[in-house]
């Protein structure tokens, strides 16, 4: 099983596992053309954008500009074609450009952008001759740059294979099914871990606690019904008590859970709770747990 399976290998995909080669995982890369770069990468524009047309502090913004860093970094490392080229957004003798320039301007400085400014007609021509010389003045932004995205993407990619990474071409990836196994899942469950849900790992855990809660994130907040192969487990287990939670959605479900977890199981319900909008009566809950 790999640690980390990474869906298509363009320039973000290529990307990924370029960084992730870097550590001690499994890594697997999904592409379903004959070779990498041919989806969307080998159709950009290849430009490095210097980042002042971004909403001031944005996610994009940030990126952006972290993005430029590593990119040079990335080029000059592998040998990948760069090229730094200066972005010039002109103005003609008019409120509009002028307050356009003026606007893109301040977003620049606002997300720091290095070394952007106005520039003057003058200046603007001595820079750059190839300019409309009747233009009034210009955004001058030095820290954008144009790429060879083939090479940029290629290179990420076998350096990626060289670090053991698997790419494999010509596999689609149509669906993900979801096995019978479970894992433990960290950071507001975002995170995966390698450690199965089992009847091992409660053993070894339990030294450490006095009882569990256990989310069944998947179904958690849907009312969906429950994790049947979760509360057998966890039924058959029994030797802490033990809260189970996770898509809950009728009285039916409660009795699957009773069922199934030898009444060795208590529950706690949300989204069905009428109480919290939904269709479950809390003092029928009540009667039925108390029988």
């Known amino acids: 099983m790999y640690d980390v399976l990474i869906?298509?290998?363009?320039?973000?995909?290529?990307?990924?596992?370029?960084?992730?080669?870097?550590?001690?995982?499994?890594?697997?890369v999904c592409e379903r053309y004959n070779d990498v770069a041919n989806g969307c990468t080998k159709a950009n524009t290849a430009i490095l954008h210097a980042g002042f047309d971004c909403p001031i502090g944005s996610t994009e913004a940030r990126l952006n500009l972290r993005g430029i860093k590593l990119a040079k970094e990335i080029c000059e490392k592998l040998d990948v074609e760069r090229i730094e080229m200066p972005t010039f957004i002109i103005a003609y003798d008019n409120e509009h450009d002028l307050n356009y320039i003026q606007e893109l301007y301040q977003r620049g400085v606002a997300n720091g952008v290095e070394g952007i400014r106005i520039v003057d007609r003058d200046e603007a021509l001595q820079l750059e001759p190839g300019l409309n010389p009747e233009i009034k003045a210009a955004l001058y932004a030095p820290g954008s740059g144009i790429i060879n995205p083939w090479e940029y993407c290629i290179a990420m990619a076998e350096t990626a294979v060289r670090n053991g990474v698997e790419v494999k071409l010509d596999s689609e990836v149509t669906a993900i099914e979801k096995k019978d196994d479970y894992f433990i899942v960290t950071d507001r469950w975002q995170k995966f871990t390698n450690v199965k849900v089992e009847e091992a790992t409660l053993d070894r855990l339990s030294e450490y606690c006095d009882e569990y809660l256990v989310h069944a994130v998947d179904v958690e907040g849907k009312a969906s019904g429950i994790e049947t192969h979760v509360a057998d487990m966890l039924g058959r287990w029994g030797k802490l008590p033990m809260t189970y939670a996770g898509g809950v959605a009728s009285f039916d479900d409660l009795e699957q859970l009773r069922s199934l977890g030898r009444n060795r199981i208590d529950v706690t319900i949300g989204s069905a709770l009428d109480i919290f909008g939904g269709h479950m009566a809390f003092q029928e809950i009540i009667r039925f747990m108390e029988g």
């Open 7 to 28: 869906v298509g290998c363009g320039v973000v995909g290529a990307a990924t596992a370029y960084q992730l080669s870097r550590y001690n995982l499994s890594v697997c």
